[in-house]
């Protein structure tokens, strides 16, 4: 455990308490609308996010012990998302709140727990392209980044509608350049 860990753990638990935030004052008409900018409603979407601590942070802790990555493609990232929204369509406020606070408190612990070692440790993540990032990168732009891409389209009443939702991209822009450090 280092005191450099405490900042993203804080940083995650921000995050992780907004959306959980969210859904707990969300109406039930709410939870059922398709959101803009997602091809699945807004309970989806939450549970999409809850259901993904444990697959984004798994990587951060295989990189972070030098253990090999699982080779992951845009197209198998979408295709899981996907399958997610087909399984998980008639998903409750309730399990996606379980689930949650469950895993949420898993992630920021176990980010809290991280060496200044494990976050400086280097590799390569092909779905982030050929440059080397480190752990510490990982865990600010995917674990904690992928809660604050949706949250917006789940808080927003603006962002909701009943139409066809607009398709995604191939991959979040606000990512950035910055790599490695």
Same mark, same amino acid.
């Given at each position: ?15 992780? @308490? ?45 990189? $972070? ?74 865990? @600010? ?16 009443? $603006? ?23």
């Amino acid at each position: 455990m280092s005191e450099r860990a405490q900042a993203p753990a804080d940083k995650f638990e921000d995050a992780h @308490n907004e959306i959980v935030t969210t859904v707990e004052e969300m109406s039930e008409d709410r939870w059922k609308a398709m959101c803009a900018g997602e091809e699945r409603t807004v309970g989806v979407v939450a549970h999409h996010v809850a259901s993904s601590y444990a697959s984004t942070f798994g990587i951060a802790q295989l990189a $972070a012990s030098g253990q090999p990555l699982p080779t992951v493609s845009w197209d198998m990232i979408h295709d899981m998302n996907a399958k997610h929204a087909s399984e998980n369509s008639t998903c409750t406020k309730a399990e996606t709140l379980a689930l949650m606070r469950g895993e949420g408190e898993r992630v920021r612990s176990g980010i809290a727990e991280l060496s200044d070692g494990q976050l400086d440790q280097k590799f390569v993540l092909p779905a982030f392209g050929p440059d080397e990032i480190t752990v510490e990168f990982l865990i @600010n732009m995917l674990v904690i980044g992928h809660v604050g891409m949706h949250v917006p389209s789940i808080q927003a009443p $603006a962002a909701c509608v009943r139409s066809a939702p607009v398709p995604r991209p191939a991959a979040p822009s606000q990512w950035g350049s910055q790599r490695s450090t």
